[in-house]
C-alpha cells in the first residue's frame, strides 16, 4: 500500500459544477498538506497548503483536512474548463535534513466540459 | 521573471550514453529538488539540496548524481543511462521563508532507447 492514495479518474464534470477531489494516508506523521494542479506537458503548480487539521479557503477552492480519518480534499466551486487539468495531493511530515520531503500522491485528471 | 527553468525540453539517448539536466531558478532559493514522474508512479524525490555545495538522497537516488555548485543552479547528471529512466524530470525550488511551496520547471521529457 502506498503511503498517498489518489484516483487517478479521469473525473469528468459539467462546467458550474462542485467539484471534490480527495486523498487518503497512511502516515500519522503528515502535518502538511498541500494540493497542486498541473496542466498538460507542464510542471505543477501549487495552489494551497495547510498545517494540521480544518480547512483553508482560496477564492474557488476550499482545501480540507481530517487528520482522524487520514482524509484529504479539494473542493472547486463553480468549476469552469480552464479547471481542466491533473491535480497532485503531496503531504510532508516535519523537516528531514533542514527541508521538507513531500510524497505526493498519483494525481486526480479532471475534465470540466462546457 | 523565469522562475525555474530546465534544460533541455526534450531528449533521447542511447543505453549507456551519460548526459547532464540542468535547472536554473531566479529566486534566490535557497532548496532545490529533482523528481521523476513516471504514469501510475506520481512524482518521486531524486536527490535535493539545502544550499549551495550540499546534497542530499531522496527516494529514488540510484543511477543519479547530483551538484549544486551555484546557489541558482542544480545539475542531474545520469552516467550510463537506462531505459528505466526514460520518463519526465522536474525541477524544483524553494526559499527558507516558505519551504513548503515549491515552484516547480516544466520538465524534461527524456527517452532512452
Known amino acids: 500500500q502506498k503511503e498517498v492514495e489518489q484516483d487517478p479518474g479521469p473525473l469528468s464534470v459539467p462546467e458550474g459544477a462542485i467539484v471534490s477531489l480527495n486523498c487518503t494516508y497512511s502516515n500519522s506523521a503528515f502535518q502538511y498538506f498541500m494540493w497542486y494542479r498541473q496542466y498538460s506537458r507542464k510542471g505543477p503548480e501549487l495552489l494551497m497548503y495547510?498545517?494540521?487539521?480544518g480547512n483553508k479557503e482560496d477564492g474557488r477552492f476550499t482545501a480540507q483536512v481530517d487528520k482522524s480519518s487520514k482524509y484529504i480534499s479539494l473542493f472547486i466551486r463553480d468549476s469552469q474548463p480552464s479547471d481542466s487539468a491533473t491535480y497532485l495531493c503531496?503531504?510532508?511530515?516535519?523537516?528531514?535534513?533542514?527541508?521538507?520531503?513531500?510524497?505526493f500522491g498519483r494525481g486526480t485528471s479532471l475534465i470540466v466540459h462546457p | 521573471n523565469a522562475g525555474v527553468t530546465q534544460t533541455p525540453k526534450f531528449r533521447v539517448l542511447k543505453t549507456g550514453q551519460s548526459m547532464t539536466l540542468l535547472c536554473a531558478q531566479d529566486?534566490?532559493?535557497?532548496?532545490m529538488y529533482w523528481y521523476r514522474q513516471d504514469p501510475g508512479m506520481g512524482l518521486r524525490l531524486i536527490h535535493y539540496?539545502?544550499?549551495?555545495?550540499?546534497?542530499a538522497k531522496g527516494e529514488v537516488p540510484d543511477g543519479y548524481n547530483v551538484s549544486r555548485l551555484k546557489k541558482q543552479n542544480f545539475l542531474l547528471g545520469l552516467e550510463s543511462a537506462a531505459p528505466s529512466q526514460t520518463s519526465v524530470y522536474f525541477c524544483?525550488?524553494?526559499?527558507?521563508?516558505?519551504?513548503?511551496?515549491?515552484?516547480f520547471g516544466d520538465g524534461t521529457r527524456l527517452s532512452i532507447l
Open positions: 524544483a525550488s524553494s526559499s527558507s521563508r516558505d519551504r513548503m511551496a515549491q515552484h
Open positions: 503531496a503531504m510532508s511530515g516535519e523537516p528531514s535534513g533542514g527541508s521538507y520531503i513531500p510524497t
Open positions: 539540496s539545502v544550499g549551495e555545495g550540499t546534497t
Open positions: 495547510t498545517y494540521s487539521s
Open positions: 529566486m534566490n532559493h535557497e532548496y
